[in-house]
């Protein structure tokens, strides 16, 4: 049905009905407790409780484990001093687990052929390895340090010369006390894995299936029960939803990779060609890239695939955004989960947005929403007629208005309607909403203005009056979170650190996020692109580092709780600088901004400026001189 045989209105209805129902039909957001508490008693019955304790622990002791510490991060077990087991399989800094790399790099330059798993929750496992060649963790530990791709030592006695040089000869004495000869290459292996197996996470879905029904957010919820309708859980089951049984990859179409034969390397069995052991799923959106050869770089993408590969289903955009919120709630809470900003608590309740109104008036109404959910689909380049080609890049309105404007600190629109005619310093002078609506469509969608009376300014208009028809006048939590400002500039490097371990697991590390199946190579993304010629421009409010660095501590990774946060104040800085560092869309006449230079933020980075500091501190600080110059300026 093409947009311009029906007309927005008429287009609108049949897609609203995925997007507001389909997509989480089986619990809506607001689901009551006897729902949500169904739904709890399904999870457990299907994935059950994860242990207090892996398996083999039972004989653990804290002198071994500490031992085992103690040779996991120690680098003299490589050839050439350069590697440890933590340098695949990091733990430090909150990692989880993994390098965040495509495949590691071993101790002299060589890459491996298949990704590294995490070593969080392993011993738990069927097995050991994408292959299962490895029946425990101590088995598994020895084989990288004498695999000559990785750690490269050339034989177990040269390995425990190393060792010996160490001076731990004693202690593994007093730990394997009983052993005629303890000093062994075993022993080594067995305390390394007394230490892995202490490594078992927590998350709030654990709280969630242990009853605490408000553990999840509500779109994470619907992610669940999604999870569970679409077949997901037929192969990521059991307590770690995964790591207990071997699957084919491509029950219905073949993964692209036909060169890595899987547990057929292990058995010679040709039912295991392309099996592999399936990957937990606690702590996934931590252990970008994805799948056994690291090519699959997004969860985004990895969810899509496995529809297509496993199902045999294109899923849509909604799904694939409500499953990824979901697969959040699985990341360990001691790694993820930052003290609270402070910030008062919301002061009202979201619109249920399966209850807009029918008639003339709701049909307006869903137009707008569909606008904002998909604008790129109506006046962008998937509009098809370049005359309605108002929106000039990937990003969704809802990219920055979380969950479609109705998230507290998720730059909710309920007050929209309410706050105009107003005052914008950026202009010097008072605005109307279909100005504010503009100016997002120049600057965060790098196009061009809507008409000012036409029908899609009108829809805009028509679903932000509805939104808001209930908001509190003293309304809470109208923006993001604030930060506190660091005394040094951000950290690009340290942005790139923690952005490879928070968010290229959606976006990719290239910044370039993600377009699914369903939608095709030119359709709208499912996840959108931070930065390149598809992203916002350098006019948009997301282009400066202190505003983005509060939308992110409030609402990234997706779906993240404002009052749950996964990265401090500075790590969402030094995101910010690092995402703001690359390029993007050009927008012209930037110099007109703020006429009155005095009142431009502090964190612009474009000039001309009322002070004197350049403008790199402009853009990643430090910052608290320039406020402190304008205090003093302004007295």
């Excluded at 129902?21 to 619990?27: P, Q």
């Excluded at 920055?400 to 998230?407: I, L, R, V, Y």
């Excluded at 007050?415 to 605005?431: E, G």
């Amino acid at each position: 049905m093409s947009r311009s045989a029906t007309g927005l209105l008429g287009i609108v209805g049949a897609v609203v009905g995925v997007l507001l129902v389909g997509a989480g039909e089986s619990a809506p957001a607001g689901a009551s407790a006897g729902e949500a508490g169904a739904l709890v008693k399904e999870a457990r019955e299907v994935f059950g409780i994860v242990p207090p304790k892996m398996p083999g622990s039972e004989d653990d002791t804290p002198e071994k484990v500490e031992l085992g510490r103690k040779l996991y991060f120690e680098r003299s077990l490589s050839i050439n001093r350069t590697q440890s087991c933590n340098d695949c399989h990091r733990i430090d800094e909150d990692r989880a687990g993994v390098d965040n790399l495509p495949t590691s790099e071993g101790a002299e330059g060589d890459f491996g052929d298949r990704n590294s798993p995490t070593v969080l929750n392993a011993g738990f496992h069927v097995a050991q390895f994408w292959d299962g060649r490895a029946e425990d963790l101590a088995v598994q530990a020895k084989g990288p340090v004498l695999n000559p791709v990785e750690m490269g030592m050339p034989s177990e006695p040269v390995v425990m010369e190393r060792v010996k040089a160490l001076d731990y000869a004693g202690t593994f004495r007093k730990v394997f006390a009983g052993q005629d000869d303890p000093f062994n290459y075993d022993n080594v292996a067995e305390a390394i894995a007394a230490f892995e197996r202490t490594l078992v996470t927590h998350d709030r879905f654990d709280d969630f299936l242990g009853g605490d029904e408000e553990a999840l957010a509500p779109k994470e919820i619907e992610g669940l029960a999604l999870f569970l309708d679409t077949g997901c859980a037929d192969c990521h089951a059991g307590p770690l939803l995964g790591g207990d049984r071997y699957e084919k990859v491509g029950e219905y179409h073949p993964y692209e990779n036909r060169e890595d034969a899987g547990r057929f390397t292990v058995t010679n069995d040709e039912a295991d060609k392309y099996v592999f052991k399936v990957p937990s799923l606690r702590n996934i959106t931590l252990t970008a890239p994805y799948f056994h050869d690291g090519q699959v770089a997004t969860i985004a993408e990895a969810v899509d695939l496995m529809g297509w590969l496993q199902l045999d289903e294109k899923l849509p955009n909604p799904q694939i955004d409500l499953l990824l919120r979901f697969l959040v709630s699985l990341n360990d809470k001691a790694r993820t989960t930052t003290p609270a900003p402070d910030a008062p608590q919301p002061n009202w309740t979201a619109p249920d947005l399966g209850g807009m109104p029918e008639g003339e008036r709701g049909a307006a109404i869903r137009s707008g929403f569909q606008l904002l959910d998909d604008i790129y689909r109506f006046l962008g380049a998937g509009a098809g007629d370049p005359a309605k080609v108002y929106s000039g890049n990937g990003i969704a309105c809802r990219n920055c208005h979380q969950d479609h404007g109705t998230k507290p600190y998720g730059l909710p629109l309920l007050a929209a309607a309410d706050r105009y005619p107003r005052y914008l310093s950026r202009v010097d002078r008072q605005i109307t909403l279909r100005d504010r609506i503009n100016g997002c469509m120049q600057r965060s969608m790098d196009g061009r203005p809507l008409p000012e009376n036409g029908e899609e300014m009108n829809a805009f208009l028509a679903f932000l009056s509805w939104l808001g028809s209930d908001a509190p006048k003293d309304f809470v939590g109208r923006a993001s979170v604030n930060v506190k400002l660091p005394n040094r500039a951000a950290d690009v490097g340290a942005g790139r650190e923690r952005y490879l371990v928070a968010c290229q697991s959606c976006h990719g590390a290239d910044g370039a996020g993600y377009r699914s199946i369903a939608s095709g190579p030119e359709g709208s993304y499912a996840v959108p692109p931070l930065w390149g010629d598809d992203s916002f421009n350098t006019g948009a409010s997301m282009h400066r580092v202190l505003a983005a660095a509060r939308f992110i501590k409030s609402n990234m990774p997706l779906g993240t709780p404002w009052d749950r946060p996964l990265l401090t104040d500075g790590q969402a800085i030094d995101v910010a600088a690092y995402m703001n560092s690359h390029p993007r869309p050009e927008k012209a006449g930037l110099e007109k901004d703020w006429p009155d230079p005095s009142k431009k933020p502090v964190d612009c980075p474009y000039p001309p400026y009322a002070d004197d500091f350049p403008q790199k501190q402009h853009k990643y600080g430090p910052f608290p001189p320039i406020i402190r110059a304008q205090e003093k300026r302004s007295r």
